[in-house]
C-alpha cells in the first residue's frame, strides 16, 4: 500500500512537470501516434508484446494528461468548467482503464480466458472502444 501511494505522488509530481513543458494538443498528438503504432502492431500475434509495450506508453501518457486542461475550458464560467473537467477526467480514466486491459489481453499467454472466442478478437474489440471514447472526447473538449 505504501508503494502504491509513493508511485500515485511520482505520477502526480511527473503530471505537474508535463503540464509546464507541452500543450494538451501536442499531447494528444503524441497520444494518436502511439495509438496508430498499437492498431498496426496488434493485428498479428506475433506483435503483440510489441503492442503492449506501446499501450504501457499510451498509459502513462494518459495519466500525465490528467493534469492538462483541454483549452476551451478557458471559455467557461467556473461551474461549466468543474463539470467539463470532471466528465473529461471520467472519460480518461475510462481510456486509462481500457488501455490497462488491453495491455493484460496482449500479454496474455492464451486464449483462454477471452471475451469475444480470441485474443484478436478482444484486442479489436478494446481497441475500438478506446476509440469512440477518443472520438467522444474530442467532439466535446477539442477546440
Known amino acids: 500500500m505504501k508503494q502504491?501511494?509513493?508511485?500515485?505522488?511520482?505520477?502526480?509530481?511527473?503530471?505537474?512537470?508535463?503540464?509546464?513543458t507541452s500543450s494538451l494538443r501536442e499531447h494528444m498528438r503524441a497520444m494518436g501516434y502511439m495509438l496508430d503504432e498499437i492498431n498496426s502492431r496488434s493485428s498479428e500475434p506475433q506483435n503483440f508484446s510489441e503492442a503492449a509495450a506501446k499501450t504501457r506508453q499510451l498509459r502513462h501518457a494518459l495519466i500525465?494528461?490528467?493534469a492538462l486542461d483541454p483549452p476551451k475550458f478557458a471559455a467557461m464560467n467556473e461551474k461549466e468548467q468543474n463539470a467539463a473537467r470532471v466528465e473529461y477526467h471520467q472519460l480518461l480514466a475510462r481510456v486509462v482503464h481500457l488501455?490497462?486491459?488491453?495491455?493484460?489481453?496482449?500479454?496474455?499467454?492464451?486464449?483462454?480466458?477471452?471475451?469475444?472466442?480470441?485474443?484478436?478478437?478482444?484486442?479489436?474489440?478494446?481497441?475500438h472502444e478506446i476509440n469512440v471514447l477518443v472520438g467522444k472526447a474530442h467532439r466535446k473538449f477539442r477546440d
Open 4 to 20: 502504491l501511494l509513493i508511485a500515485l505522488l511520482l505520477t502526480v509530481a511527473s503530471t505537474n512537470a508535463v503540464a509546464q
Open 64 to 66: 500525465q494528461s490528467l
Open 99 to 127: 488501455s490497462a486491459t488491453l495491455e493484460k489481453t496482449l500479454d496474455a499467454d492464451s486464449d483462454s480466458q477471452t471475451q469475444s472466442g480470441t485474443r484478436l478478437a478482444d484486442v479489436r474489440n478494446l481497441l
